[in-house]
T-cell receptor, first 116, second 113 residues
Framework: DTGVSQDPRHKITKRGQNVTFRCDPISEHNRLYWYRQTLGQGPEFLTYFQNEAQLEKSRLLSDRFSAERPKGSFSTLEIQRTEQGDSAMYLC??????????????FGSGTRLTVV | AQSVTQPDIHITVSEGASLELRCNYSYGATPYLFWYVQSPGQGLQLLLKYFSGDTLVQGIKGFEAEFKRSQSSFNLRKPSVHWSDAAEYFCAVGRDSGYALNFGKGTSLLVTP
């Protein structure tokens, strides 16, 4: 168990460019989540997957954002035509099961995006 | 929809003193409640969780939390704070342990010598 890995750790991009982040969850975890955290705030839910199916998307996830988990393992989050307001820490988490058997969420260290 | 309020933005305690961080939630059914800690530049680490059963939950690093349905609260406590406990603490609520969490805005803990 190597934990949840996110790549890159930091990304600086010019406004209008596209960026893609990757998340590798804990291998046996069937659920994967993306959150966004801005300075001084708690994480805000963006979307989550159960295996390869995207089951829920937040209203925060505008049409410039797209997330995939093609084989139920790693996931990517793409932001098209980035805006300065997209600058944030993007956190990925994974979990297994549900109910009292769940081991809770394990978060990665995040990808910090700065749009200049 | 479920929501979480952490009334204290910043708290300062002396090393060795006791700590209580407040969390109030809003949710119609029995909530799933969590406390996470985040050190600067790091992801979130789960301290403890409550799903059902005993309302006093023990977590890692000597933390505990008590679920009080009548007060809609899930306060985090530690009897003796260490300097390494300085961090940001987040309370979160979910409608199911396997679904999205709603986080509070966090409480920043400063520990003084």
């Amino acid at each position: 168990d190597t934990g949840v890995s996110q790549d890159p750790r930091h990304k600086i991009t010019k406004r209008g460019q596209n960026v893609t982040f990757r998340c590798d969850p804990i291998s046996e975890h069937n659920r994967l989540y993306w959150y966004r955290q801005t300075l001084g705030q708690g994480p805000e839910f963006l979307t989550y997957f159960q295996n390869e199916a995207q089951l829920e998307k937040s209203r925060l996830l505008s049409d410039r954002f797209s997330a995939e988990r093609p084989k139920g393992s790693f996931s990517t989050l793409e932001i098209q035509r980035t805006e300065q307001g997209d600058s944030a820490m993007y956190l990925c988490a994974s979990s297994y099961g549900q109910g009292e058997g769940s081991n809770g969420y394990t978060f990665g260290s995040g990808t910090r995006l700065t749009v200049v | 929809a479920q929501s979480v309020t952490q009334p204290d933005i910043h708290i300062t305690v002396s090393e060795g003193a006791s700590l209580e961080l407040r969390c109030n939630y809003s949710y119609g059914a029995t909530p799933y409640l969590f406390w996470y800690v985040q050190s600067p530049g790091q992801g979130l680490q789960l301290l403890l969780k409550y799903f059902s059963g005993d309302t006093l939950v023990q977590g890692i690093k000597g933390f505990e939390a008590e679920f009080k349905r009548s007060q809609s609260s899930f306060n985090l406590r530690k009897p003796s704070v260490h300097w390494s406990d300085a961090a940001e603490y987040f309370c979160a609520v979910g409608r199911d342990s396997g679904y999205a969490l709603n986080f509070g805005k966090g409480t920043s803990l400063l520990v003084t010598p």
